[in-house]
DNA sequence: CTAAATGATTCAGTAGACTAAAAGGTATCA
DNA sequence: TGATACCTTTTAGTCTACTGAATCATTTAG
């Protein structure tokens, strides 16, 4: 839905809306690929991103009650997405970390990708990948505050 | 997930992890602001995509039954971001097309994104933007490629 | 004009994931 | 040590979206 108005937007917004289309498109191949519900893909990008944390604090950051993040890790256990360990510290306490992808058919997935990603770089010079590093970084600390603005305006 | 191994990845794929992270992250808060599911946001993402089409072939894209589907739309309907009309031609059949955002809220987190996204576009020369116009093409092309082929070796 | 086929909807039943509340260990503090 | 607080799990019940089958409306074929 990206696709504003006529076809008189300017062309890096199209490109940036056919590039979100195209890794949804992925994401969402990988996660049915893997078997994961949306809200489970989700968990697990969040276990992902900020690293192995407690069943409480993952409650927390999905908005899901203790008693759903239990069903929740059952699932990411058994799919062997993450593991469960005691805290050895506090042995109320359980950590949660995400496991790297066991399936062998995840793996390949990520592992194709990464080559045609390398094929890609391949064809610019290091001062073009330059400023395409310096975009991808200013376009994704615009896209993450209008997530994060859109997320403050619905608490309001 | 996508962050293979130690840190020695290629840096413009750890930024390329980075920016699909933040897609998804903006994927999700639109999502949750138009109270929509996952299953129904992937739906009304192919209607965006592909266009309007009858509630028989929505089924097929999604995977779903006909009688799934019927609900589906009744609340893509009932959110005002798709309307149901009877084919003038075959009147049996059912066009289902996705509706431009009615709620002021969405339409304002794009026009958002849309202003945030222009001044990252004011930073960079003529030059310069041909160039990541270039990659984000280039990219665009490969995680498609990528996910049409986890696509394929799933349905086998 | 009737019979068969097609597209969408309705209905009954089912499955999965959620919430709220009670229960089970474990830690902290007096 | 005993009482209390904390973190996770379990349990019971609910809700939502799905499937498969029956139904209604419309079109096509004979």
Redesign the interface.
Known sequence: ????EPDQM????R??A?????????????G??MGL???DH?A??IL??EGPMSAGELAERTSLTAGAVTGLVDRLERAGLASRERDPADRRRLVVT?A??ADP?VAE??A???S??????A??TPD??E???E?????????????A???A??EA
């Not at 045609?116 to 770089?121: E, F, I, Q, R, W």
Request: hydrophobic content about 55%; charged content about 20%; aromatic content about 6%.
């Open positions: 839905m990206p696709d504003a300017l062309e890096p917004d490109l940036g056919d590039l979100s289309d195209a890794v949804v498109l992925f994401h969402e191949a990988i049915s690929l519900s949306a809200a989700k697990l990008g992902g991103r995400a790297r992808a058919q997935a990520f194709g990708l990464g045609a990603m390398a094929a890609v770089t064809r610019f073009q990948l400023t395409i590093a975009w991808v970084r200013l376009t994704s600390a615009a896209v993450r505050g209008q997530a603005a859109i997320a305006r619905r």
